[in-house]
């Protein structure tokens, strides 16, 4: 059973677009991680979100966690080609440091 | 300052052969987790380390698998009789403290392929 889904799954777009990928789960988290994974190497921790509703930027990334911690989005305004990479999402429960991780948003940008 | 260390980067085997997996987490990270990411699959968890002590292996495949920690710092994942189906990339990550407050850092992995 994957508790969460990412989708979509692949994205291809040109530098400059605008994107959102999503994470959704039927079960509620304590808290979400998205993580940005590159070609050879491990994830790398980009936010973590913990209050329903909450919505983080890291320049030009928008995280936002669903009302009901059920569901988060990520939002790129003008991608780049650094921007490449695999997004995972991971959620947790309670204070429990078991993470469950979603499959990932393969995106690519092209110059 | 030095992050996680996974050796080796990369290692093929025959089918049967055992394989060593070695993890140098973050000095003074106390947590210590073992992942398994295979091609399409998400992260799937394997084990974690508090200390020395493993409260979680409920995330290893089979009996054939097994890991260690000493000393509370290095951790090795062994995987006896290997199979095909064991091809996948490891990734070892650690974490000051074991709860989901206490950020992970990953190591860049170690592939496996079993021929």
């Known amino acids: 059973t994957q508790l969460l889904e990412q989708s979509p799954q692949f994205l291809s777009i040109q530098e400059g677009e605008n994107l959102t990928v999503y994470c959704n789960s039927s079960?509620?988290?304590?808290?979400l991680q998205w993580y940005r994974q590159e070609p050879g190497e491990g994830p790398v921790l980009l936010v973590t979100v913990v209050t329903g509703g909450e919505v983080k930027k890291l320049k030009r990334l928008t995280f936002q966690f669903g009302d009901a911690r059920k569901d988060s989005s990520l939002h790129i305004t003008a991608a780049q080609p650094g921007d490449t990479g695999l997004y995972l999402c991971?959620?947790?429960?309670?204070?429990?440091?078991?993470?469950?991780f979603g499959k990932g948003t393969l995106l690519t940008v092209n110059p | 300052g030095a992050g996680v260390s996974q050796s080796p980067s990369n290692k093929v085997t025959e089918k049967g052969k055992d394989v060593e997996l070695r993890c140098d987490p973050i000095s003074g990270h106390t947590a210590l987790y073992w992942y398994r990411q295979s091609l399409g699959q998400g992260l799937e968890f394997l084990i974690y380390?508090?200390?020395?002590?493993?409260?979680?292996k409920s995330g290893l495949p089979s009996d054939r698998f097994s890991a260690e920690r000493t000393g509370g710092s290095v951790s090795t994942l062994t995987i006896q009789r290997t199979q095909q189906e064991d091809s996948a990339v490891y990734l070892c990550a650690s974490s000051l403290v074991g709860t989901n407050n206490s950020p992970l850092h990953f190591g860049n992995g170690t592939r496996l392929t079993v021929t």
């Open positions: 380390f508090q200390g020395n002590s493993a409260p979680d």
């Open positions: 079960s509620v988290f304590s808290s």
């Open positions: 991971a959620g947790a429960r309670g204070s429990n440091y078991k993470l469950t």
